[in-house]
């Protein structure tokens, strides 16, 4: 049995590995992304004519117009919409059933269906606001008190009016970005370096799927959110002046940003081959190159830790590109100890007994 799903494995890889892209199908994904982040952040919408037409009341007036029920239905969608992009372009890819990220949850090492698993428990984890903001573009979520505190921070910060003119609010937005992005690589480095132990069990997940993004856990949260905060906070001042001067430029870019964002936690975890064009691909970190992150190759250990941009990947040092995808041997910790037990008791346990086990010296019995 070991040795027919081994088997599958080696003809699942080389079909992902030497798929061809198809432009008109990745061209078409992500401009059914972009609604999706368009309602992610309508609130920000700026109030001004895009080309003499007045968007945002449009927009508005029909969201007023829908009602309980359909709106209800859109949110509803918002979540499910991805899943269902993303498996009906990898059957039409693949015309193999077996291919789907859904299907390869079943051949992932661990307890039965775990990754369904870790994806429900996901859904009702306690997330820590500031990251959730800012990381789904809900910035327009933020309270008027909240947004004048941003306010009088960045005053203190930066007592020179840089927002002027279209250029310096143009550079302000990239700082912010680039601020909050060099959390996310500190805090996804640092997860590897000191908090592996906890880390792991996202790089215990054997099969690429659309489910396992969510392979993580409160503790992992909860130490992520303390080393993003700084930078989060940060970044969302200057972010936030740069939007709520009301240039559609900005509010594009910011829409840009989040389909890349929305790209890489999920299709990055499928079996979709998107690798950006030149030159996007100098700027934005292609989702399928977060294969060589999860990758049992030791060449590719401790890669491409970048979320959205790969700018600090390629300044430190830790960018792979995709000619190394041919490498791939296979994915994850095959012996993992988060594959030898409970799915909840490795999520919500494990973890903790772990860290402690290695910083503390404490030993623990394990079930």
Same mark, same amino acid.
């Given at each position: 049995?070991?040795?027919?799903i081994?088997?599958?494995?080696?003809?699942?890889?080389?079909?992902?590995?030497n798929i061809?892209?198809?432009?008109?199908?990745y061209?078409v %994904?992500?401009l059914?992304? =972009?609604?999706r982040?368009i309602?992610m952040?309508k609130d920000?919408m700026?109030?001004s004519?895009?080309?003499e037409?007045?968007?945002?009341?449009?927009?508005n007036n029909f969201?007023?117009?829908l009602?309980?029920t359909?709106?209800l239905?859109i949110?509803?969608?918002?979540?499910?919409?991805?899943f269902?992009?993303i498996?009906?372009?990898?059957?039409?890819? &693949?015309?193999n059933?077996?291919?789907?990220s859904?299907s390869?949850?079943?051949?992932s090492k661990?307890?039965?269906? =775990?990754d %369904?698993i870790?994806y429900?428990?996901?859904?009702?984890?306690f997330k820590l606001?500031y990251?959730?903001?800012?990381?789904t573009l809900? $910035?327009?979520?933020?309270s008027?008190?909240?947004?004048?505190?941003l306010?009088?921070?960045?005053?203190n910060?930066?007592?020179i009016?840089?927002?002027?003119?279209?250029f310096?609010i143009?550079?302000?937005? $990239?700082?912010?970005?680039?601020?909050f992005?060099?959390?996310?690589?500190?805090?996804?480095r640092?997860?590897h370096?000191y908090?592996?132990e906890v880390h792991?069990f996202h790089h &215990? =997940?054997?099969?690429m799927?659309? %489910?396992?993004v969510?392979?993580t856990?409160?503790l992992?949260?909860a130490?992520?959110?303390?080393?993003?905060l700084?930078?989060?906070l940060?970044?969302?001042?200057?972010v936030?002046?740069s939007?709520?001067q009301?240039q559609?430029a900005?509010?594009?870019l910011?829409t840009i940003?989040g389909? =890349?964002g929305?790209?890489?936690g999920?299709?990055?975890?499928?079996s979709l081959?998107l690798?950006?064009?030149?030159p996007i691909?100098y700027i934005?970190l292609?989702?399928?190159?977060?294969?060589?992150?999860?990758?049992?190759?030791?060449?590719h250990?401790?890669k491409?830790?970048?979320?959205?941009l790969?700018?600090?990947?390629?300044i430190f040092?830790?960018y792979?590109?995709?000619s190394?995808?041919k490498d791939?041997?296979?994915?994850?910790?095959?012996?993992?100890?988060?594959?030898?037990?409970?799915?909840?008791?490795?999520?919500y $346990?494990?973890?903790v007994?772990k860290?402690?086990?290695?910083?503390?010296?404490i030993?623990?019995?394990?079930p």
């Amino acid at each position: 049995m070991n040795n027919i799903i081994k088997e599958k494995n080696k003809t699942f890889l080389k079909y992902i590995i030497n798929i061809r892209r198809s432009k008109i199908t990745y061209i078409v %994904l992500l401009l059914a992304i =972009a609604p999706r982040v368009i309602w992610m952040t309508k609130d920000v919408m700026p109030d001004s004519n895009l080309f003499e037409f007045s968007v945002k009341l449009n927009f508005n007036n029909f969201i007023n117009n829908l009602g309980f029920t359909k709106s209800l239905i859109i949110k509803l969608l918002s979540v499910s919409w991805l899943f269902i992009l993303i498996t009906f372009f990898e059957f039409i890819k &693949s015309k193999n059933i077996r291919n789907l990220s859904i299907s390869r949850i079943n051949y992932s090492k661990g307890g039965k269906y =775990a990754d %369904l698993i870790y994806y429900i428990l996901s859904l009702f984890e306690f997330k820590l606001s500031y990251l959730t903001y800012f990381a789904t573009l809900g $910035i327009s979520s933020f309270s008027g008190s909240f947004r004048s505190f941003l306010n009088k921070v960045y005053e203190n910060l930066v007592p020179i009016d840089f927002f002027s003119n279209s250029f310096t609010i143009f550079f302000m937005f $990239i700082l912010g970005l680039l601020i909050f992005e060099l959390g996310q690589y500190i805090s996804h480095r640092l997860s590897h370096a000191y908090f592996w132990e906890v880390h792991e069990f996202h790089h &215990s =997940a054997t099969e690429m799927n659309i %489910l396992n993004v969510n392979r993580t856990g409160p503790l992992h949260q909860a130490i992520n959110g303390l080393i993003d905060l700084p930078f989060v906070l940060l970044g969302v001042v200057f972010v936030n002046q740069s939007i709520v001067q009301g240039q559609w430029a900005i509010f594009i870019l910011w829409t840009i940003f989040g389909i =890349a964002g929305e790209c890489f936690g999920f299709i990055g975890h499928s079996s979709l081959k998107l690798i950006f064009p030149k030159p996007i691909s100098y700027i934005f970190l292609s989702p399928s190159l977060h294969w060589l992150h999860h990758s049992d190759n030791p060449k590719h250990f401790n890669k491409n830790f970048g979320r959205v941009l790969c700018i600090w990947d390629q300044i430190f040092g830790t960018y792979l590109d995709e000619s190394n995808l041919k490498d791939i041997k296979g994915f994850g910790f095959k012996h993992s100890a988060y594959n030898k037990y409970n799915p909840l008791y490795c999520y919500y $346990i494990l973890p903790v007994k772990k860290l402690l086990q290695r910083k503390l010296k404490i030993n623990f019995r394990y079930p």
